[in-house]
């Protein structure tokens, strides 16, 4: 087994959560008890476990990314989200937190943006940064913010 993040998330809605994230990660749940889903998706390293309820927030959490090893893998997974009829927000060739990357995003019914990204090159120097090339067909989201969607 190889090794994954894992992140235990309360949600308001497990039935509405587990939907969303069956949609997004592209496989159900490996286990499911009263009140809770756990998810361990073969294409992130992500070990995913929701529980209906419970305490307020100990903190607050601005987004969570899904690095993967090629731009084709986001293409991939961006197609296979849309398909599953999820809004997304597409990021080609921005550049955002010293890197340009290619990447897009989506929202869980709580509010949690995930984006799932490939890190193309790190940004030395920002004001003398290449044109990155965009993919034929795709464009730039407009009004883009840094490491948000």
């Not at 749940?29 to 995913?48: D, Q, R, S």
Request: a negative charge.
């Amino acid at each position: 087994m190889s090794a994954k993040v894992h992140m235990h998330m309360h949600v308001s809605d497990l039935a509405k959560s587990r939907e969303f994230y069956e949609k997004f990660l592209g496989e159900g749940p490996v286990k499911v008890k009263t009140g809770y889903a756990k998810f361990l998706p073969a294409w992130a390293p992500v070990n995913l476990a929701l529980s209906h309820g419970g305490a307020a927030a100990r903190g607050t959490v601005d987004h969570v990314g899904i690095q993967v090893e090629s731009v084709e893998t986001v293409m991939a997974q961006l197609a296979r989200v849309k398909a599953a009829g999820l809004p997304v927000t597409e990021e080609m060739g921005v550049n955002c937190c010293h890197a340009n990357q290619d990447k897009f995003w989506v929202t869980d019914p709580d509010g949690v943006e995930w984006e799932v990204y490939h890190l193309n090159y790190d940004l030395e120097d920002e004001t003398q940064a290449p044109v990155a090339k965009v993919p034929k067909g795709l464009q730039l989201a407009k009004n883009t913010s840094c490491c948000s969607s």
